[in-house]
């Protein structure tokens, strides 16, 4: 007789307001081989993800994968992912928390980072099959995961390398062609600001070259 313990009935909760999202972690999650049994919950909102939580308190997630932007259950003040991630750090202690964003800025990240302290973290830049399988996995055999682009900020956060919102703009304007001259129109600096801005952005992620020196640093460190 095989005294193979069988493993458990997996609970996964995913919230995302865009279904084919859910259906794809749905399709990564049947490909895995962690459990014996799945049983995976789809959410599109705060409202309908604070409903199904509170209804799953006599049987937790195992798992939850959250997107940060998500629209707003704001009579119970659940304004994002991050919020329903606290709600689930209360009622369900045990429930393994996977953060997914599109956002790069620092804010996001640190808060994040912070108050949730998730066993994975995806910027949705990095994602590929493999990319939410590997995740996934990860985090289901107790360990922690986080993707390249929020490597690299915690990175820049050891480092003391880090840059603000008005910064980052100002290369991602640069990125899309934007000539310096007609920076003005998109940040509320004068163009003396702005130059200023640039020369400590250069000086803070060591590029001596020109403006497309600065956006392939800036790309390489995770920044755009």
């Not at 859910?22 to 081989?33: R, V």
């Amino acid at each position: 007789m095989n005294t193979t313990q069988l493993k458990k009935v997996l609970q996964v909760l995913a919230i995302d307001d865009h279904g084919v999202v859910l259906e794809g972690y749905h399709s990564i999650f049947k490909m895995l081989d962690n459990f014996n049994e799945l049983k995976f919950t789809k959410a599109h909102d705060c409202r309908s993800g604070y409903e199904i939580i509170e209804s799953h308190r006599e049987i937790p997630f195992d798992l939850a994968i959250l997107d940060y932007s998500i629209p707003q259950f704001l009579e119970k003040h659940l304004h994002s992912g991050e919020d329903m991630a606290m709600l689930l750090r209360e009622a369900m202690p045990n429930c393994k928390i996977i953060m997914m964003t599109m956002h790069k800025e620092m804010e996001i990240m640190s808060s994040i980072l912070q108050k949730v302290i998730p066993e994975g973290f995806i910027n949705k830049s990095d994602c590929t099959t493999d990319e939410l399988a590997d995740g996934f996995k990860a985090v289901l055999s107790n360990s922690t995961y986080y993707s390249k682009t929020i490597l690299n900020f915690l990175k820049r956060q050891e480092k003391g390398i880090l840059l603000d919102d008005v910064d980052i703009k100002i290369i991602l304007l640069l990125s899309k062609g934007i000539k310096n001259k007609n920076l003005c129109k998109y940040i509320p600096l004068s163009d003396s600001a702005i130059e200023k801005r640039k020369y400590k952005i250069k000086r803070t992620l060591d590029v001596t070259g020109d403006d497309e020196a600065l956006i392939n640093e800036a790309r390489s460190q995770g920044y755009i």
